[in-house]
């Protein structure tokens, strides 16, 4: 799963950052690593296209 370009972008203008964790699946996992500042920012360059082919 991922989000699109527009959604992303739409956040970044209202002071939304999003985060991505490429390892865990579990959400109290990845929970636990953004309360610890273990998780990076998600750039433009991973977010979809559109097309369906970034799942």
Same mark, same amino acid.
């Given at each position: 799963? $991922?989000? @699109? +370009? +527009?959604? &992303? =972008? @739409?956040?970044g /203008?209202? $002071?939304? #950052? =999003?985060? *991505? #964790?490429? *390892?865990?699946?579990? =959400?109290?996992? =990845?929970? /636990? /690593? &953004?309360i610890? #500042?273990?998780? #990076?920012?998600?750039?433009?360059? /991973?977010?979809? $296209? $559109?097309g369906g082919?970034?799942?």
């Amino acid at each position: 799963a $991922g989000i @699109g +370009r +527009r959604p &992303l =972008v @739409g956040f970044g /203008e209202v $002071g939304i #950052d =999003v985060y *991505v #964790d490429k *390892v865990n699946s579990n =959400v109290n996992k =990845v929970v /636990e /690593e &953004l309360i610890n #500042d273990k998780l #990076d920012k998600i750039s433009l360059d /991973e977010a979809c $296209g $559109g097309g369906g082919n970034c799942h």
